[in-house]
C-alpha cells in the first residue's frame, strides 16, 4: 500500500492539468512512444491490409460459400450444413471421400519415398562430406530453383504414350504396342511427386543433423554402443524434428496439389484438386467446391495436428535419454 | 574411385541421387536438338529448328512478355511487403505476433488451388473486377509476401540491431536509420528476395490458370502446348531455356549473398 501510494499520486498529480491542456495529438504520440506493439502494426499494415484483402477475403468468402447452394445461375444463400452432409455421405456420394483419401495415400506414399530418400544425403552432408560442403548444398537446392512445371512434365516426357520409354522399347523391337500402365495412374502421380519435391526434404534433416553435438555420439563410443546402435540411440531421435518438418513440407502441399495430377495422373489418379476444380468449373457446384476445399483443409490440419502430438512425447523423452 | 574410397557406400548412393534429381530434367535440352518430333533414343541428328520455330511464335513470344512483366512487378512488390512486415515483426514486440505471422505464412500450406478459386469468388463475384494480368499479379503477391517476409526475417535477424540503436543515439530519426543503416545491410537479403519472389511468379501455372484473361503467362502458354504431340518439341526447346535462365537466377543470388555476408562480417565481427 505505502509503495503504490507515491506512485499513484505522482500519477494524478498532474494528470488533471495535463488532461484539460493536453491535444489529443499529443496523447495519440504518447502512446505511440509508449507502445512497441503500436509502431509495429503500423509499419506492418500495408502488408497486413493487402494480405486480408488477397488472402483473408478469399478464405472467408470459401467458408461463406460453402454454406450456401447452387440454383443453376444463382446462389440460394439460406445457410445450410446440406454440401458437407453430401460430401461426406459414404453411400450416395462416395467419391468424395474416396478421392480425398486416395489424395492422402498417394501424398503419404510421396512424402514416403521423399523422406526415405532424402535422409541418406542429409547423413551424408552432415557428417562425411568434409570438402566442397557448399559446392554439394548449392548443388541439391538448384534443383528447387528450376520450374515445378518443367520437373513434371519431363515425367510426362519419360512416362507418356508416346514418352521416351515407350519409344524406345518400341524403336528397339522389345514391343508393339506403348505400354499404357506407364501415364495415366496413381503410380505416376506419386513418383512425379516424389522427383518434383526431392529437394525439398534435404535441407530441414541437414540442418537438425548439423545441429547434432558431435561428443554426444563420442559418449556413445564411449558406452561401448556400436555405429548402429549410436545411429539408433543418438542421431535419429535427435534428427526427429527435422525429419518430421521435412516430411510436412512435403506433405501438406502435395495433398492438394492440382498441376501433377492434371498433367500425368488421367481419370483414375486424380487428386481431390482436380475435384474441386471440376465443381467449380463444369460441375457449376460452387459451394460443393468451397465445402471440399474447407473439408481438405480440416482433414490435412487434423493430421498434422495428430501427427506432431504423436512424435512429440518421444522427441522429449529422447532428449531425456541422451541429457541422462 | 576416390569418390567412393573417399565417402564410402554413402557417397556412391548420393551420386545416384544427384543422377535421379538432375536426370529427368537435362532430358529436356538434350531432345530440344534432335532431329525428329518423337522423343525416342536413339537421337537421330542436332538441329536448331525447335529454337528457330520457338523464337518465331508470336503467341509465346506475347505470353514470354506478359510473364515478364508480371514478375518483375510482383517481385517488387512482394520485397517491399515482406521488408517492412520482416522489419516489424523481429523489431517490435507485438502483441498477438504468434496468429499473425500464422496468418501470413497461410500461402504455403493452402492448397493453391484453394487459394486461386478464392481469389476468383473474391475478385469476380464480390468485387466485379475484370480478369487481367493485373488479378494474376494480385495473387501472385499474395504467394509471394511470405517467402519475401521468410527471406527478410533471416536476414535481419542476422545483423546486429546495436547498429540501428547506435544510429539512433548518434541523432538519425528512423527514416534515416532505414536508409544509411537498415537497408545497406539487408540489400543481400533484398536481392535474394526478389529473384525468389520473380521465379516463384514466373514459374507460378495454378493461380495464373484461373485468375488471367485474354492474356496468358508463360507457364498457362506451355500448358495448353502440352496437348499437342507436335508442339512438344518447341515446348522442349522452350523449357531449356527456362532451365538455362533460372540456372543463371541462382548462380547470380548466390554470388550476391556471398558478397553482402563479406562487408557484414568486417562491419559486425
Same mark, same amino acid.
Given at each position: 500500500m505505502t509503495t503504490l501510494q507515491p506512485l499513484r499520486e505522482d500519477r494524478a498529480g498532474p494528470s488533471p492539468r495535463t488532461a484539460a491542456s493536453e491535444s489529443l495529438g499529443r496523447r495519440l504520440r504518447l502512446a505511440w512512444f509508449r507502445h512497441d506493439g503500436l509502431r509495429g502494426y503500423a509499419l506492418i499494415s500495408p502488408t497486413l491490409l493487402a494480405m486480408l484483402l488477397l488472402l483473408g477475403a478469399p478464405l472467408v468468402s470459401l467458408v461463406v460459400l460453402s454454406f450456401w447452394t447452387q440454383t443453376y445461375f444463382e446462389f440460394d444463400t439460406t445457410p445450410t450444413l446440406r454440401n458437407y452432409a453430401k460430401l461426406v455421405d459414404w453411400q450416395d456420394t462416395p467419391v468424395y471421400l474416396r478421392t480425398l483419401w486416395r489424395s492422402l495415400l498417394m501424398a503419404g506414399a510421396a512424402t514416403t519415398a521423399v523422406v526415405l530418400l532424402a535422409y541418406p544425403i542429409a547423413y551424408f552432408l552432415a557428417f562425411r562430406v568434409k570438402q566442397h560442403k557448399m559446392v554439394w548444398l548449392v548443388l541439391i537446392t538448384v534443383p528447387f530453383w528450376t520450374s515445378y512445371l518443367l520437373r513434371i512434365f519431363a515425367w510426362k516426357v519419360i512416362l507418356g504414350f508416346n514418352g521416351l520409354i515407350n519409344s524406345s522399347l518400341i524403336g528397339l523391337g522389345l514391343i508393339e504396342e506403348p505400354l499404357e500402365f506407364l501415364l495415366y495412374n496413381q503410380a505416376a502421380v506419386t513418383i512425379t511427386l516424389a522427383?518434383?519435391?526431392?529437394?525439398?526434404? *534435404?535441407?530441414? *534433416?541437414?540442418?537438425?543433423?548439423?545441429? *547434432?553435438?558431435?561428443?554426444?555420439?563420442?559418449?556413445?563410443?564411449?558406452?561401448?554402443?556400436?555405429?548402429?546402435?549410436?545411429?539408433?540411440?543418438?542421431?535419429?531421435?535427435?534428427?526427429?524434428? %527435422?525429419? *518430421?518438418?521435412?516430411?510436412?513440407?512435403?506433405?501438406?502441399?502435395?495433398?492438394?496439389?492440382?498441376?501433377?495430377?492434371?498433367?500425368? %495422373?488421367?481419370?483414375? %489418379?486424380?487428386?481431390?484438386? #482436380?475435384?474441386? /476444380?471440376?465443381?467449380?468449373?463444369?460441375? #457449376?457446384? $460452387?459451394?460443393?467446391?468451397?465445402?471440399?476445399?474447407?473439408?481438405?483443409?480440416?482433414?490435412?490440419?487434423?493430421?498434422?495436428? $495428430?501427427?506432431?502430438?504423436?512424435?512429440?512425447?518421444?522427441?522429449?523423452?529422447?532428449?531425456? /535419454?541422451?541429457?541422462? | 574411385m576416390i569418390g567412393e574410397r573417399r565417402f564410402g557406400g554413402l557417397g556412391v548412393y548420393a551420386l545416384a541421387y544427384l543422377v535421379f534429381l538432375y536426370g529427368p530434367v537435362l532430358l529436356l535440352p538434350l531432345f530440344s536438338f534432335n532431329d525428329s518430333i518423337y522423343i525416342t533414343f536413339p537421337l537421330k541428328g542436332f538441329t536448331l529448328a525447335w529454337y528457330r520455330q520457338m523464337a518465331e511464335n508470336t503467341q509465346l513470344v506475347l505470353a514470354l512478355q506478359a510473364s515478364l512483366k508480371v514478375a518483375v512487378a510482383v517481385a517488387v512488390v512482394s520485397t517491399v511487403l515482406g521488408l517492412i512486415a520482416a522489419k516489424a515483426v523481429t523489431r517490435y514486440r507485438m502483441p498477438g505476433k504468434g496468429p499473425l505471422l500464422g496468418f501470413l505464412m497461410l500461402p504455403l500450406v493452402v492448397p493453391s488451388i484453394v487459394l486461386a478459386l478464392g481469389l476468383l469468388v473474391v475478385l469476380r463475384l464480390a468485387l466485379g473486377f475484370e480478369l487481367s494480368l493485373l488479378t494474376v499479379a494480385a495473387g501472385h503477391v499474395m504467394l509471394c509476401v511470405p517467402l519475401a517476409m521468410l527471406v527478410m526475417i533471416s536476414r535481419l535477424e542476422g545483423f546486429d540491431r546495436n547498429l540501428e540503436e547506435a544510429a539512433a543515439d548518434l541523432g538519425l530519426n528512423p527514416w534515416q536509420t532505414f536508409w544509411r543503416v537498415t537497408f545497406p545491410l539487408s540489400w543481400p537479403g533484398i536481392m535474394a528476395s526478389l529473384l525468389l519472389c520473380f521465379s516463384a511468379s514466373f514459374d507460378e501455372y495454378v493461380i495464373a490458370a484461373f485468375l488471367t484473361g485474354n492474356e496468358t503467362t508463360l507457364p498457362v502458354f506451355i500448358f495448353s502446348q502440352l &496437348?499437342?504431340?507436335?508442339?512438344?518439341?518447341?515446348?522442349?526447346?522452350?523449357?531449356?531455356? @527456362?532451365? @538455362?535462365?533460372? @540456372?543463371?537466377?541462382?548462380?547470380?543470388?548466390?554470388?550476391? &549473398?556471398r558478397k553482402g555476408l563479406q562487408p557484414q562480417t568486417a562491419v559486425a565481427p
Open positions: 522427383h518434383a519435391w526431392a529437394a525439398y526434404a *534435404i535441407l530441414p *534433416i541437414y540442418v537438425s543433423l548439423e545441429k *547434432i553435438d558431435r561428443s554426444l555420439l563420442e559418449a556413445a563410443t564411449d558406452l561401448g554402443k556400436g555405429p548402429v546402435e549410436g545411429f539408433l540411440k543418438v542421431t535419429l531421435p535427435l534428427s526427429l524434428p %527435422g525429419t *518430421i518438418a521435412a516430411a510436412l513440407l512435403v506433405f501438406i502441399p502435395t495433398v492438394g496439389d492440382y498441376v501433377t495430377p492434371t498433367l500425368v %495422373g488421367g481419370s483414375s %489418379g486424380l487428386m481431390v484438386g #482436380n475435384v474441386i /476444380q471440376s465443381l467449380f468449373g463444369k460441375a #457449376n457446384d $460452387a459451394p460443393l467446391g468451397a465445402a471440399l476445399s474447407i473439408l481438405t483443409m480440416g482433414v490435412v490440419t487434423l493430421l498434422v495436428c $495428430a501427427l506432431l502430438w504423436a512424435v512429440r512425447p518421444n522427441r522429449s523423452g529422447a532428449e531425456l /535419454q541422451v541429457r541422462r | &496437348r499437342f504431340p507436335q508442339k512438344l518439341p518447341g515446348v522442349l526447346a522452350l523449357g531449356s531455356c @527456362i532451365l @538455362i535462365g533460372s @540456372i543463371l537466377l541462382v548462380t547470380l543470388a548466390e554470388r550476391l &549473398r
